[in-house]
């Protein structure tokens, strides 16, 4: 974990935790036991407010899901593609597709970015990494990357929906 | 903490096992950030820099942190530090993600669920195996190179190692700073330390940077200590003495 510069903490604090790895693999996994994952928002990116913190997980990106089961398609299946949820950040709306063969995530896509200013361009920046990390790592039967990058709340946000929505 | 954690589990448990299994880990995950961040006016850490609390008031959850921040700092010759504001306050950031990785993964198996892997923003505690015929194949990311990977590590294969932390410069104005004297890091691009612990593996990654040059004869001295590592110096040099790093295939059928 970084160790940051005080002068800089502020303001990646506002950045909608981009401190992080995406790592949303496993759902596109086959494995012979069922599978299930959860991404975690482990900090408001503003001050704790009445209602849900910003940055918590809507209920609909958590894990509308579920423990997945796994049995192998019979014949190779057809690509589809799923549309995550629209995911705020302080900054604007996240919101991904990803396409999946049967199990795997072959392709994730941003539909909708923050766009103008920094946001804008850490979204420039983080979502083509993130994309190529999630296809690197599928495609090497990694089950998780260690290592600093940056990522986008929203952005995993709305990968996980779209994995939990994706038909069976 | 600022951070994305994920959770990815293995197994099932009748009715809503599963779904209470990782309630409980992400609320401990949730705690820990209340505790920790400093990114949070309220947390137990920002109060002690505000000397809005007095040590012995602090919860027996904050002071094992500072413990372990106190005894990394000792095996890295301070280049860990909780004081690396330099302003007499104390921050564990460093190795907090770590921590916090680590309870949950206990939460889990106490659960039932103890074949786990979490990756909070980067620094991975496993649990278990991934399938009844594999164990968890880890890839450690090149900073250099979106969606590259330098390698995979085995952590079965390293003494049953239940951590793998990286820490790294990362671009766009983050920079880890030596706690001895405050001067931005620079030497080191990224740093793995796989082994047991996984708190102390975070804070031993961070000062693997923080030791540029260095670092390669600060990782020779834990090898062997129930440690191991790899580095990736700033001149492209891979560092990788007890080859953990295993080759990587770009395209490989999914066979998981």
């Known amino acids: 974990m970084s160790v940051v510069s005080a002068q800089r903490t502020r303001r990646v604090a506002g950045l909608a935790g981009l401190l992080g790895t995406a790592v949303l693999l496993v759902a596109g996994k086959a494995a012979t036991a069922p599978a299930t994952h959860r991404i975690v928002l482990a900090t408001p990116s503003t001050p704790p407010q009445a209602g849900p913190a910003p940055g918590r997980p809507t209920p609909s990106a958590q894990h509308a899901g579920s423990t997945r089961h796994t049995a192998r398609p019979a014949a190779p299946a057809a690509p589809r593609t799923v549309l995550g949820q629209p995911e705020n950040n302080p900054y604007g709306v996240v919101q991904v597709k990803v396409t999946l063969v049967g199990r795997r995530i072959t392709d994730v896509r941003a539909v909708q970015l923050p766009s103008g200013g920094r946001s804008g361009e850490i979204a420039a920046y983080a979502v083509p990494r993130l994309r190529s990390e999630v296809l690197a790592a599928q495609s090497a039967s990694i089950d998780s990357v260690s290592g600093a990058s940056y990522t986008s709340e929203g952005y995993a946000r709305s990968v996980q929906s779209a994995l939990d929505a994706a038909p069976r | ?256």
Request: glycine share 12%; proline share 6%.
């Open chain 2, 1 to 256: 903490m600022g951070t994305v954690i994920s959770l990815d589990v293995r197994g099932g448990l009748p009715g809503t096992g599963v779904a209470a299994a990782l309630d409980a880990a992400e609320s401990v995950l949730h705690d820990a950030d209340a505790m920790f961040s400093t990114y949070r006016d309220d947390s137990w850490i920002s109060r002690l820099a505000r000397r809005d609390v007095r040590p012995a008031q602090l919860p027996a959850e904050v002071l094992e942190v500072l413990a372990i921040c106190a005894e990394v700092e000792s095996l890295t010759d301070g280049l860990f530090s909780a004081r690396w504001r330099g302003d007499g306050t104390l921050d564990p950031t460093g190795l907090v993600k770590g921590w916090a990785a680590d309870r949950a993964s206990r939460v889990l198996t106490e659960h039932g669920l103890p074949d786990h892997c979490v990756n909070a923003a980067g620094d991975v505690v496993l649990g278990g195996r991934p399938g009844a015929d594999r164990s968890w194949r880890i890839g450690i990311a090149d900073p250099r190179s979106p969606g590259a990977l330098l390698g995979a590590v085995d952590p079965a294969a390293l003494d049953d190692a239940r951590a793998v932390a990286t820490s790294g410069v990362a671009e766009r104005g983050l920079h880890i700073r030596d706690p001895r004297d405050g001067r931005r890091a620079d030497g080191v691009l990224s740093a793995t330390v796989v082994g047991a612990d996984p708190a102390v593996a975070d804070g031993l990654a961070t000062a693997l940077v923080v030791a540029g040059a260095a670092a390669p004869g600060l990782l020779d001295r834990w090898r062997g200590r129930g440690w191991t590592g790899c580095l990736l110096g700033a001149d492209g040099t891979l560092s990788d003495p007890d080859r953990i790093l295993r080759p990587v295939a770009t395209s490989h059928p999914n066979n998981s």
